[in-house]
């Protein structure tokens, strides 16, 4: 098993920047991938971004592809996202998770693990 530790969320203004942190432990030599999804109230999770831990390649969403940068730590098995001219539609609650399949997945039944998520608010 692979546990995840979400931190860095809070609440921004619109415009404003955050930067989210994601640390895994455990069996983390199974992980080939490792993503960053979000929840609104009200709403389904979507997929915001995934990267490789082996390439480094990463994935966007479309709606954040020129705001938001995922990249990782290696040595600390740590993912990170930055997330930067937040909107008040980017408020949501952010989970991290880690994945054994190939590629680079945006579905989230994809992902084997799942942190407890991070509430991100973004005042406008």
């Known amino acids: 098993q692979v546990q995840l530790v979400e931190s860095g969320g809070g609440l921004v203004q619109a415009g404003g920047s955050l930067r989210l942190s994601c640390a895994a432990s455990?069996?983390?030599?199974?992980?080939?991938?490792m993503g960053w999804f979000r929840q609104a109230p009200g709403k389904e999770r979507e997929f915001v971004a995934t990267i490789s831990w082996s390439s480094s390649s990463t994935y966007y969403a479309d709606s954040v592809k020129d705001r938001f940068s995922i990249s990782r730590a290696s040595a600390k098995n740590t993912v990170y996202l930055q997330m930067n001219s937040l909107k008040p539609e980017d408020t949501a609650v952010y989970y991290c998770a880690a994945t054994t399949r190939t590629g680079l997945p945006s579905r989230s039944n994809e992902y084997d693990n799942w942190g407890q998520g991070t509430q991100v608010t973004v005042s406008s």
């Open positions: 455990g069996r983390t030599y199974r992980i080939y991938s």
